[in-house]
């Protein structure tokens, strides 16, 4: 990232780059949307991945739907 910014002419990049940084991890601590988002998704990934039928269940839909199996 350093480099690119860089690349574009733009001469204090690292101070860019932590103050970027910073903004991301402040809206990831106290987005609670996000959160639940996150914990959504973490439980909908749990259930795919450790039990077998809804491991089957998920490859039979992406394979009726053409969804390349990524996993």
Known sequence: MVSVLLQGGMSH?????????LVVKHFLKYSTH????LKMARKLCMHFSHLYT????????QWQKGIPNIG
């Open 13 to 21: 990049a690292p101070c860019m780059v932590h103050v970027f940084n």
């Open 34 to 37: 996000l959160q639940d988002i």
């Open 54 to 61: 809804g491991k089957h269940t998920l490859l039979e839909l």
